[in-house]
């Protein structure tokens, strides 16, 4: 859920950045002194990351089911298995579906409620507090609740009656047709927050004399937000969408407690099916499918580290 | 105008406000009622309020046997976690050397590793180790998975403390270390406890390396616990609501005490350098 170096929108820099690296003396240690510190935390992170980063590009190669040893080399194929299965491929595609929804529905609803919160409205301490509530509950806490809450005739079917929208009642979570949708929105339901937060920060960063300044020349609140607000917004924008297409990426624990990637499938994603073949002792195959989103995650990465860079070289401080 | 405008900010507030209480304010009052009461009218109050599917969640001992277990992993964590991202955060803000960015690119890169992904060689490497149903078995990892967004957020903070300081440190002959102990730590409290909450709520909320590591039904967690209830007890709705909601108090209150702590925390790695 995290960000990496990134453009710090606005950083308040008096001095630009290169003559205070300068300024700033900043001692020289010797090399076994520096890895005496940094000592703990890389071992943790070479066991527990690294290796099996490297371990799972391996098992990728091989089939195996994780008992015997790792002989039988494959090469390729498990990749081109995976790419020729249609459940595979399903996955994928809720991977994705998932992200366009997530960029065109859940960061402008975000967007929308920061703005919200960035406004003169009471009790904005109260309401920021309460929306991003759904985003420290557990993602087991969370499935489980909605489970209930979209079972047939539960209580968002009984409220579609009590409205007089009875009619629109279906099986929110056993229709294939509908389910990847309502796994969205419960997915908005509990990431909003996250984004809201990330987002009203960085409003919070633009100064009002901007704002004002806009409406004395006479822009409507329209032409203020679009030519004033979005630009100065847009590194925290590019923040929230990386992080949520990452995310979306690599969905496992929601779905797999609310649907288990079900029925049939029809709410999978590349994480549910990498564990269902983990399930099967499919390891090299499951590794293969970790290795794709890896390679995906990278594949969004790199370009965005290459824009926040470019940004850098460019010296355009916001 | 201007009134209508407010009116429909407020009217916003109120809709989004309700998509958020109502879903937990459904499983609260749930837990209240009888599974007859939740099938025939589960948008109403109680009628009348049962107490025994919260009594009896909180009289049965695998209830606090997970909420044990979750306790201990949550502390070994940050326990773990936070003494190695601040030394390693230490170093690479306050000391030059060779390789320093690169080893530091080397922990953001952890950030696109999520545990879901590495948890087919982490399970051998564990099994290896002989860490499977041992809480260490979750914890190391989980710190280890820890260390990228706690090093990303803690070396700007320590950046930002003066160089005199470090200067007079170092004409009163202190080292690194008496310099790291004695004026670093003491003066970043905010970025500790910010990065040791953040933690503890990501264990504490830990699903699938439990789910995997923790075997033995002893040693499991209480999202493990929510998730066994649910599906064993099927039809039975309200006890499986009362569990949910018990599981969630604790991170509640703990959300209500530290909200300063995570929403800061997370926005400054979010937005910092």
């Not at chain 1, 590794?287 to 890896?294: D, Y």
């Not at chain 2, 969640?57 to 201990?72: A, D, H, M, Q, Y």
């Amino acid at each position: 859920m995290s960000v990496t170096e990134l453009d710090a929108p606005t950083t308040p820099a008096p001095v630009p950045r290169r003559a205070r690296r300068q300024r700033r003396r900043r001692s020289d240690i010797s090399w076994p002194a520096a890895i005496a510190f940094l000592a703990p935390a890389l071992a943790l992170y070479a066991l527990f990351v690294l290796y099996p980063i490297v371990q799972s590009a391996r098992y990728s190669l091989y089939d195996w089911n994780g008992l015997g040893p790792l002989s039988d080399f494959v090469g390729l194929d498990n990749f081109r298995e995976a790419f020729g299965d249609r459940f595979f491929r399903d996955a994928l595609r809720h991977n994705a579906i998932v992200i366009v929804l997530s960029l065109a529905l859940q960061i402008p609803a975000a967007l929308a409620l920061a703005m919200l919160l960035n406004s003169k409205i009471r009790g904005r301490a109260a309401l920021r507090m309460l929306f991003f509530a759904p985003f420290v509950l557990s993602e087991v806490v969370t499935g489980v609740v909605w489970r209930q809450i979209l079972r047939p005739g539960g209580m968002f079917d009984q409220t579609l009656d009590a409205v007089g929208a009875g009619g629109l009642a279906k099986e929110w979570l056993a229709d294939p047709d509908v389910v990847l949708y309502s796994m969205f929105f419960v997915i908005s339901w509990k990431y909003f927050g996250f984004h809201m937060i990330i987002l009203l920060a960085g409003l919070q960063q633009i100064p009002d004399s901007l704002r004002e300044a806009a409406a004395i020349d006479g822009a409507t609140a329209w032409q203020a937000f679009r030519h004033v607000t979005l630009p100065l917004l847009a590194p925290t924008i590019r923040v929230s969408v990386f992080l949520s297409v990452i995310g979306a990426l690599q969905l496992f624990d929601l779905v797999w407690v609310t649907t288990r990637g079900g029925p049939i499938g029809a709410s999978s994603t590349m994480a549910t099916f990498l564990y269902e073949r983990f399930g099967d002792r499919q390891l090299g195959y499951a590794s293969a499918v970790s290795i794709v989103i890896f390679g995906l995650s990278l594949l969004v990465a790199i370009p965005y580290q290459r824009m926040a860079m470019r940004r850098d070289l460019a010296g355009s401080v916001t | 105008m201007r009134r209508i405008k407010r009116s429909m900010l407020y009217l916003v507030a109120a809709v989004v406000t309700l998509i958020i209480v109502l879903p937990i304010a459904y499983a609260v009052l749930g837990g209240f009622r009888t599974n007859r009461q939740l099938i025939e009218s589960p948008a109403s109050l109680p009628d009348p309020w049962v107490w025994s599917n919260y009594a009896n969640t909180l009289e049965n001992p695998r209830f606090w046997r997970t909420v044990g277990n979750s306790v201990l992993i949550a502390l070994l964590t940050v326990g773990i976690a936070v003494p190695a991202a601040s030394l390693a955060s230490f170093v690479m803000a306050r000391y030059r050397f060779p390789g320093r960015e690169w080893i530091f690119g080397l922990f953001v890169l952890g950030l696109l590793f999520p545990v879901a992904v590495a948890i087919i060689p982490l399970f051998v490497v564990l099994r290896d180790i002989h860490l499977l149903s041992n809480p260490l078995g979750v914890a190391l990892p989980q710190a280890a998975f820890a260390l990228p967004l706690s090093i990303v957020i803690m070396r700007p903070f320590f950046r930002t403390i003066p160089d005199e300081l470090q200067d007079a440190a170092e004409i009163d002959g202190c080292g690194p270390w008496r310099f790291y102990w004695s004026v670093v730590l003491p003066l970043s409290r905010p970025v500790l406890s910010t990065v040791a909450v953040i933690t503890l709520v990501a264990s504490w909320n830990a699903f699938l390396l439990p789910l995997l590591v923790l075997v033995d039904p002893d040693w499991q967690t209480l999202p493990i616990g929510v998730n066994n209830v649910s599906t064993q007890y099927t039809t039975d709705f309200a006890l499986v609501l009362a569990y949910t909601v018990l599981a969630m108090v604790p991170a509640l209150i703990f959300y209500l005490i530290a909200e300063r702590q995570i929403v800061g925390g997370l926005t400054a790695g979010a937005l910092k350098e």
